[in-house]
């Protein structure tokens, strides 16, 4: 994920992509979501903590060979396999939290990627949140707390990555 400052700073030699026009899952993702990610910008400004971004459903970029894999993916009208991103997240030392963003780009944050991660599955999703995304937050993002919520159980599972606390 590492690369030279200038390679950083460079353009792209493709476009972003920051919507691949699928819809949220079901009706109660379309509420959630943004209730959860308003919850939690709430509970951080009611303890005096400023420097942090919460987003939701929005593309999180880690690499730029992933972006391109997105580009690609969007662009060929392909099956999709990179990865997007995640339901809802929250990043800590974001000084610049209301700067309007389009997608969570690593590389233009300081290398800063979600510490805090919310997945609120569904039947098409929950194998993939269970498996290759938690894998990928802590393998890649070094995600220090990763949470799966399924709607139709009510059931909460949280997952603390190892060493950090």
């Given at each position: 994920m590492s690369q030279p400052a200038a390679a950083a700073l460079a353009p792209l030699p493709f476009e972003l992509v920051y919507d691949d026009g699928e819809p949220l899952e079901t009706e109660w993702h379309t509420y959630e979501l943004p209730l959860l990610r308003d919850l939690i910008e709430e509970s951080m400004i009611e303890?005096?903590?400023?420097?942090?971004y919460a987003g939701m459903n929005m593309f999180v970029y880690y690499s730029i060979e992933q972006a391109r894999e997105v580009a690609v993916e969007v662009n060929d009208n392909l099956?999709?396999?990179?990865?997007r991103g995640p339901d809802v997240f929250w990043v800590g030392g974001v000084v610049d939290r209301?700067?309007?963003r389009k997608a969570w780009i690593a590389w233009e944050e300081g290398g800063r990627l979600p510490d805090?991660?919310?997945e609120m599955l569904s039947p098409s999703t929950a194998k993939k949140d269970r498996t290759?995304?938690?894998d990928l937050y802590s393998r890649v993002f070094g995600t220090a707390e990763y949470f799966?919520?399924?709607?139709e159980t009510g059931k909460l599972e949280g997952f603390r990555l190892a060493g950090r606390f």
């Open positions: 303890r005096g903590r400023t420097a942090f099956k999709q396999k990179a990865f209301t700067r309007e805090v991660i919310f290759e995304k938690r799966l919520y399924e709607p």
